[in-house]
């Protein structure tokens, strides 16, 4: 089955430390996308990678940090400079660069206390 | 900067109620309009309208794009409590498919 796959589903973290939030896709997709949802703000921008080993910032970048080592593979890391780390973060896909729609991952919940 | 808006931001309505969702965009180098609608967790993808598909249909939906006004609506015909979701919006900008986002319409349909 084809598809994206975020892991873990829930995620708590104590405040100060990083962590990595998973994202993989086998759809042979060459664009992977990362959003934050936060209640009534819809969806926003924090990195985004067209081809493997290059990424740009997003919207919303700072406080965040990626790789893209492999196409099918594209993982966020929630630093411990991130002010408000609690939220949705949701991973999506693309095939390219003509305006295709993306698809998404199931989400990942971080919760920071 | 680019930016995308929804109205209203939440709606609720009857059972077979018909509703229409706006949005409107100001994006620099638009190349589509794209309706998701998120239940729980994914969002999934309802529609794609461009400049050479600016009406689409899918049972009891439908969409348009007007590029003069800057806009698009989502109409949903004979509502049913299985509609109830956030319905967001996204224009695509620039060649890297970039997709920008409404705040989302949260939907409510009552038995």
């Known amino acids: 089955d084809g598809g994206i796959t975020q892991s873990p589903k829930y995620l708590f973290r104590k405040e100060g430390q990083n962590v990595t939030l998973s994202c993989e896709q086998n759809?042979?997709?060459?664009?992977m996308y990362w959003y934050r949802q936060d209640p009534g703000q819809g969806l926003r921008l924090i990195y985004y990678s067209q081809i493997v080993n290059d990424f740009q910032k997003g919207d919303i970048a700072e406080g965040y940090s990626v790789s893209r080592e492999k196409k099918e593979s594209f993982p966020l890391t929630v630093t411990s400079a991130q002010k408000n780390p609690t939220a949705f973060y949701l991973c999506?896909?693309?095939?390219?660069?003509?305006?295709?729609?993306?698809?998404f991952g199931p989400g990942t919940r971080l919760t920071v206390t | 900067e680019d930016k995308v808006v929804q109205s209203p931001l939440s709606l609720v309505v009857h059972e077979g109620d018909t509703v229409t969702l706006n949005c409107s965009y100001e994006?620099?180098?638009?190349?589509?309009l794209l309706w998701y609608k998120q239940e729980k967790k994914a969002p999934t993808f309802l529609f794609m309208l461009t400049s050479s598909g600016i009406e689409k249909k899918s049972g009891r939906l439908s969409s348009i794009l007007d590029k003069k006004e800057l806009s698009s609506i989502l109409n949903i015909t004979a509502t049913q409590t299985g509609d109830s979701a956030i319905y967001l919006c996204?224009?695509?900008?620039?060649?890297?498919?970039?997709?920008?986002f409404g705040k989302g319409i949260t939907l409510s349909v009552r038995p």
């Open positions: 759809l042979n997709h060459d664009a």
């Open positions: 994006v620099t180098n638009f190349r589509s």
């Open positions: 999506a896909s693309s095939p390219g660069q003509v305006p295709y729609e993306q698809y």
């Open positions: 996204a224009a695509t900008t620039g060649a890297n498919s970039k997709l920008t």
